[in-house]
């Protein structure tokens, strides 16, 4: 793998190894290759303060070391990195049993380097793991960028949702005032007499919604869709279905969305609805 052929130059590489030769190699082998990011230290006790400092994209860890070896590295390292983020390690080992395997794998080993090293191996390992850790975080940048987005439609569906309920309320307020401006113009009323026929009309209609399709209409008419319906008085989708089309037939209107405007002009946003039948 020549200079030119790194396809992440600028990866945070650190190195932690007692034998400052194994140091020094790998540190001329990735500088050769391209890196430019490259932290190497011999001493395990310095391994979570250089951590925090350099914050790797990549960590080579020997495991035989003294003071701490890479199973206790691991272990302090673990609690440093976020939830969900991908920091692969790389562990140096001559010891390729599937004991060694085993447990590096399970403190949080990613990959392994057997000593001594293959130079083209070693670039191979790390750039296929570089190549991870950047999908990911590319992947966890799109998470955030969806998430933010499905955010901002929920407060344009709100915000929708809360202008068709005003719209509904401007409805129900205009067809009464013509109601009653038609009444006056006719005069026509007896005592006792509804204010318009059409009006008794729906007025029956309403009365004749039971309790449950009145509770059906009344979120109905805030804009709720079937499945929040469904959820919040506890019942199926198709349970609200079927109340809406029931709503619909009793009042004679073409779609729900009448439906909506006769619960605004008849005031059940406004009166309570019992909630038991």
């Known amino acids: 793998m020549t200079q030119s052929s790194v396809r992440y130059p600028a990866a945070r590489i650190m190195i932690l190894d ?4 194994n140091v020094a190699l790998l540190q001329d082998l990735l500088d050769q290759a391209g890196y430019r ?3 190497g230290i011999t001493d395990a006790r310095e391994a979570l303060a250089t951590f925090l400092a350099v914050r790797p994209d990549i960590l080579l860890l020997d495991l035989l070391m003294p003071f ?7 272990a302090h390292l673990h609690p440093l990195i ?16 599937p004991d060694v395997k085993r447990r590096a794998l399970a403190e949080g080993a990613n990959d392994f380097i057997t000593k001594p090293f293959d130079p083209t191996e070693v670039l191979l390992r790390i750039g296929n793991l570089l190549e991870t850790r950047m999908l990911h975080e590319r992947l966890q940048e799109q998470n955030v960028l969806l998430e933010q987005r499905v955010r901002e439609r929920t407060q344009e569906l709100e915000e929708a949702r809360a202008q068709v309920l005003e719209l509904y309320r401007e409805i129900g307020q205009r067809n009464r005032a013509l109601h009653e401006r038609v009444e006056r113009l006719l005069d026509t009323r007896e005592p006792g007499r509804p204010a318009h026929p059409h009006e008794a009309d729906a007025q029956r209609s309403i009365e004749r919604l039971t309790v449950r399709e009145r509770q059906v209409l009344a979120r109905l008419a ?3 869709t079937n499945k929040e319906i469904a959820a919040g008085l506890v019942v199926s989708t198709a349970t609200v279905k079927t109340h809406v089309e029931h709503i619909i037939a009793k009042l004679g209107v073409a779609d729900r969305t009448q439906a909506a ?3 605004v002009e ?8 019992p909630e038991q039948e």
Do not use: C, K, N
Request: hydrophobic letters at 50%.
């Open 18 to 21: 007692d034998q400052e030769s």
């Open 37 to 39: 990011a490259i932290t």
């Open 68 to 74: 701490l070896d890479g199973f206790q590295v691991m």
């Open 82 to 97: 976020p939830s969900g983020a991908f920091v692969p390690i790389l562990v140096l080992t001559a010891d390729v049993s």
């Open 222 to 224: 805030q804009g709720q």
């Open 261 to 263: 405007v006769r619960a």
């Open 266 to 273: 008849f005031g059940l946003l406004a009166t309570p609805v």
